[in-house]
C-alpha cells in the first residue's frame, strides 16, 4: 500500500483524471474531496459493502423463495392427488392412503413455512 | 429479440427494447445488461434479471405503491448521471428481500434503482428514513388494505393497489 502524508489543501492524483484533495483535517477526522469521472463511482467503504450485501441477499433470497414455493406446489400436488385417491378408495385402503395425506408437505428442505410471501 | 436461459425461468425471449443498461452495474454485482420481467402480470412485484449470469435475478418493485410520500434525496453526481432533474420522472425501484414470513419482506429504501431511457442506475438515497432494510409489509396489515405511512415511522403501511 502507498502511504503519503499530506496536509489540508494537498492533492493526490489517481491516474489521468482523479483527483483527491485533503479539505480539512480536525481531531481524527479528515475531509476528503473527491473528483472523479462520471463513470467511476465513488462510495463510502461501509455504505458500499452494505449495498452489496444487500443486493446479493436479495439475490439469494429470491432463488431459495422460488425453490419454497416449488416445493410447495409438489407438496400440494401431491397432497391433491392423496386425496382424489382417498375419496376414491373404500376399507383399509382408504384409511393407508389418508396416512399419505395426511403428512405434512416436506417442506423443511426448502427452508420455508406453509406461508406464500406476498 | 435477445433469448436468455433463465436457471428459474427457462427460456425467456427479452425484445430489444426493454433491455436496460446499467453502464456502472448495480452496486457488488457482475453485469451491466438486465430485462425486467413481469412473471406475475398484476402483482407490481418485478424481476430484474441479468441477460449476462442466467441464475442472477433480483425481485423489485416500484416504493412509491407501499410509500407516500417517498423519501428521495440524491447526489446531483447521480442526477447528473440519469439525465434528469426530478428522479420522480424515472422508473424507481427497490430490491425485495424475499422471506418465508411477510413480515420479514423488507426493501433497499438506501440505494434504489432509477431506470430512464433504457438505462438504469443504482443510486445512493441520503434522505432521512431511507434505511437499507425496511419493512415492506406490517404483520397486522394485509397488503391490499388501504393504507399509508411514512418510511421509518415503524407504523402500518400498504397500499398494493
Avoid: K
Avoid at chain 1, 400440494?76 to 375419496?87: E, F, I, K, P, V
Avoid at chain 2, 441520503?126 to 411514512?150: I, N
Wanted: proline fraction near 9%.
Amino acid at each position: 500500500m502507498l502511504i503519503l502524508t499530506r496536509r489540508p489543501g494537498e492533492r493526490v492524483v489517481i491516474g489521468e483524471d482523479v483527483l483527491v484533495t485533503v479539505m480539512e483535517v480536525s481531531g481524527q477526522t479528515v475531509r476528503l474531496g473527491i473528483a472523479a469521472p462520471q463513470g467511476l463511482p465513488v462510495y463510502r467503504e461501509e455504505i458500499w459493502l452494505a449495498v452489496t450485501e444487500e443486493n446479493r441477499a436479495a439475490a439469494e433470497a429470491a432463488a431459495a423463495a422460488v425453490r419454497c414455493w416449488q416445493g410447495l406446489r409438489r407438496a400440494r400436488t401431491r397432497g391433491r392427488a392423496a386425496d382424489l385417491l382417498a375419496r376414491l378408495a373404500t376399507g383399509v385402503a382408504a384409511r393407508l392412503v389418508r396416512v399419505v395425506a395426511d403428512r405434512p408437505p416436506a417442506l423443511r428442505p426448502f427452508g420455508c413455512s406453509a406461508q406464500r410471501p406476498s | 429479440m435477445t433469448t436468455i436461459q433463465s436457471t428459474r425461468f427457462g427460456a425467456v425471449e427479452i425484445p430489444a427494447e426493454d433491455i436496460i443498461e446499467f453502464p456502472l452495474g448495480l452496486v457488488g454485482l457482475r453485469g451491466l445488461r438486465y430485462a425486467l420481467l413481469d412473471r406475475n402480470p398484476g402483482s407490481n412485484f418485478f424481476w430484474l434479471h441479468s441477460l449476462e449470469d442466467p441464475a442472477l435475478a433480483l425481485p423489485v418493485v416500484d416504493p412509491r405503491l407501499f410509500f407516500r410520500p417517498l423519501p428521495l434525496a440524491l447526489a446531483d453526481e447521480d442526477r447528473e448521471r440519469i439525465g434528469l432533474d426530478d428522479p420522480a420522472a424515472a422508473q424507481l425501484y427497490v430490491t425485495v428481500r424475499i422471506a418465508p414470513n411477510p413480515a420479514d419482506v423488507v426493501v433497499n429504501l438506501r440505494a434504489p434503482l432509477v431506470v430512464h431511457g433504457g438505462h438504469g442506475y443504482q443510486v445512493l438515497n441520503s434522505a432521512p428514513g431511507a434505511e437499507l432494510r425496511v419493512q415492506l409489509f406490517a404483520p397486522a396489515d394485509p397488503p391490499h388494505a388501504r393504507s399509508t405511512r411514512r418510511a421509518g415511522d415503524g407504523a402500518p403501511i400498504a397500499d398494493a393497489a
